[in-house]
């Protein structure tokens, strides 16, 4: 039987070189911005977004030197951002240590409530009260409340986990119960994202909640009873890198056909390869790809869609400095509460809070979700980046000062001689060391 397929027209050659040379230059930019941040002692995260905002409108732009790419172009770019980011999201599932969690899970559960349930509540009442007009015009009032609560409650394993790597304090205490607490966050935060994505597409109604609550539930299932087990599987017969990047694919790929945010199912089927796979440390190549390649390219775009020229309005800066100072407020208060009613004491709530603060990666991933949705205009997108920036900033200052006044423990001591290579439930898992490079 002869299936008569129309010809699709290839790209011409002009729009081939157009995105060889814009996706070049964005990636050379964003490396050596990144390096320059890193030592400067900031995360790697500044430069990269700083790329965009440097050659997208807030300053080559304003100059009247580049527009910027055309739609084509744009689309070229974001199918190669999208295959970055879930990457990236699928290799932070992977950092995940569910042994920490099992074991400290009870005391970060309590820090994690209070730096989720505080933000989220102060996030969705400013929602409620910002003029629409400034977040987003034609959206729903109570979805674009609902996705900047969202915004203002997650936090970012990868940021967090470097921070403390840096400041060498993942073995305290302290440090392990910030990176279980925002992994906690983080779990909730894509949850949410995957129900207010769906709220924004198909409109506000109760049935459309229940069926994404319904439908998160039954993804989490389906990953823990029917993909662990044949990923386990592939995972030792086949090739690892190959394995792990098509199983992060089309995870992402099953969560967005069902009207889910494909980041949700790329991060679920980064912990399933976590808890099947026999050694950690074979994934290094790729995350080495992700972070140093693909991740600089997707935070390139990201600063690309940033307009910092709106901020010049004195409404959108208002906006902007509120969301900023709420999201701070919020999560200190949450999170430093938590930690004191789970008995820490004032020095190592307020570390805790510092650490949970940072939203980097996670929080340019939800804005340009809400973007790409239309729940976000480009002026409360540049304001949700600026609190992802400034947010990581404001963590390594703070627990530096926090840190000074908390003792070490006999615990503490111990597991920081505990060998590399042997890492146990009170020790750390052989592949942490990859985080120091994730940004």
Request: charge should be neutral.
């Amino acid at each position: 039987m002869n299936i008569a397929v129309a010809p699709v027209a290839p790209l011409s050659s002009d729009a081939v070189l157009a995105f060889l040379l814009q996706a070049g230059v964005l990636l050379a930019v964003a490396v050596v911005l990144g390096r320059l941040a890193q030592r400067m002692g900031l995360p790697a995260i500044v430069g990269e977004l700083g790329t965009g905002v440097l050659l997208g409108p807030s300053v080559l732009g304003a100059l009247g030197v580049w527009d910027g790419p055309n739609t084509e172009q744009l689309h070229l770019l974001d199918a190669a951002g999208l295959f970055g980011v879930l990457l990236l999201v699928g290799c932070s599932g992977t950092e995940l240590d569910l042994r920490m969690v099992r074991k400290r899970g009870g005391v970060a559960a309590k820090i994690s409530i209070g730096g989720l349930l505080i933000p989220l509540a102060l996030g969705v009442s400013a929602g409620f009260v910002i003029p629409l007009s400034l977040l987003s015009d034609g959206a729903d009032r109570t979805v674009v409340a609902l996705f900047l609560g969202v915004a203002m409650c997650v936090s970012a394993i990868p940021v967090i986990a470097k921070t403390l790597l840096d400041m060498n304090l993942l073995h305290r205490t302290v440090g392990q119960l910030t990176l279980t607490a925002s992994v906690i966050d983080d779990i909730f935060g894509w949850m949410m994202l995957s129900v207010v994505s769906a709220m924004a597409t198909t409109g506000l109604r109760t049935g459309t909640v229940v069926g994404s609550v319904v439908t998160i539930v039954a993804v989490v299932l389906v990953a823990a009873f029917v993909v662990r087990p044949l990923a386990r599987v592939a995972l030792r017969r086949g090739p690892v890198l190959g394995t792990t990047v098509v199983i992060i694919i089309l995870g992402a790929a099953g969560t967005q056909a069902l009207d889910i945010e494909a980041v949700f199912g790329a991060f679920v089927c980064g912990v399933v390869i976590a808890s099947v796979l026999p050694n950690p440390e074979a994934l290094a190549p790729l995350r080495k790809v992700v972070l140093t390649v693909l991740a600089p390219l997707f935070f390139a775009l990201a600063g690309l869609r940033m307009d910092l020229t709106a901020l010049a309005d004195v409404k959108v800066a208002a906006v902007a400095a509120s969301i900023l100072i709420l999201a701070v407020v919020g999560k200190f208060l949450g999170a430093g509460l938590g930690a004191l009613a789970s008995g820490l004491t004032r020095w190592e709530a307020l570390a805790c809070a510092a650490g949970m603060n940072a939203r980097g990666v996670i929080e340019v991933i939800v804005a340009m979700a809400g973007l790409r949705l239309g729940v976000l205009n480009s002026a409360a997108y540049t304001s949700i980046v600026l609190v992802a920036i400034v947010t990581s900033l404001m963590a390594p200052p703070v627990l530096r000062m926090a840190m000074k006044r908390v003792e070490h423990t006999a615990e503490e001591q111990l597991r920081l001689n505990w060998p590399p290579a042997q890492g146990t439930q009170d020790g750390p898992a052989p592949h942490k060391e990859e985080k120091t490079e994730i940004s």
